[in-house]
């Protein structure tokens, strides 16, 4: 298994550019999550989904838009990128939402925005 | 508020001594509590977690952590760290919905 797999692992983009985050995994999880990386701030959750179809919003979830159309995708959208929107995002997945269940992460994509 | 703390931005342990990389929380009910190692330019990756039980739990490279409800604690431990070990350490408590990240402990073991 490879695991959640993440693509581009870097990107650099203008203001007002829009571009889309892949993430897959392949542990048929349902449970899928988006996280951003800011430096000294631990992760936040951006959205979230519990399912083909069935998504939801997390602490930071401005500026970003999802979508999950099968169980193995979750991508994550930027229409309109803002320098507030440079960080590291991760993607997660889990078996289930158990408060036990442990989360799944990909390697990142660092994004900056300029 | 549910929240995780890390009271410390960074760990400096030579190689062969013990370490301890802390975390308190403040989640309700049981909590349910995990560490994650971020090695550079990696993803997170699962050591260990808490869920009910003994308070010593065991997990992956030789790191165990000790729960301790009545000082709300969960700190991670190694007895003999490696320089192999320096890495980014994230602890992580479950709300009802989510994982609540603390800010992380860069660890760095020295030769």
């Known amino acids: 298994n490879a695991g959640v797999t993440q693509t581009p692992k870097f990107r650099i983009l203008k203001i007002g550019q829009s571009m889309t985050l892949q993430c897959t995994q392949d542990?048929?999880?349902?449970?899928m999550y988006w996280y951003r990386q800011d430096p000294g701030m631990g992760l936040k959750l951006i959205y979230y989904?519990?399912?083909?179809?069935?998504?939801d919003k997390g602490e930071v979830p401005n500026g970003y838009n999802v979508s999950r159309s099968t169980t193995e995708d979750f991508p994550l959208r930027l229409e309109l990128a803002a320098p507030s929107q440079t960080s590291v995002y991760f993607c997660?997945?889990?078996?289930?939402?158990?408060?036990?269940?442990?989360?799944?992460f990909g390697p990142g994509t660092r994004l900056l925005v300029l | 508020a549910q929240s995780v703390a890390q009271p410390e931005d960074q760990v400096n342990v030579a190689e062969g001594n013990p370490l301890t990389v802390k975390c308190t929380y403040s989640?309700?009910?049981?909590?349910?509590l995990f560490w994650y190692v971020q090695y550079p330019n990696r993803g997170l990756q699962f050591l260990l977690k808490y869920i009910t039980g003994d308070n010593l739990v065991k997990g992956s490279y030789g790191f165990e952590a000790e729960f301790n409800k009545s000082q709300t604690s969960f700190h991670l431990k190694k007895p003999s760290a490696l320089v192999s070990d320096s890495a980014l350490y994230f602890c992580a408590g479950r709300d009802t919905d989510k994982l609540i990240f603390g800010t992380g402990t860069r660890l760095q073991v020295f030769p």
């Open positions: 542990m048929n999880h349902n449970y």
């Open positions: 997660a997945s889990s078996k289930t939402s158990g408060r036990s269940e442990t989360q799944y």
């Open positions: 989904s519990v399912g083909a179809g069935i998504t």
């Open positions: 989640v309700s009910g049981n909590p349910y």
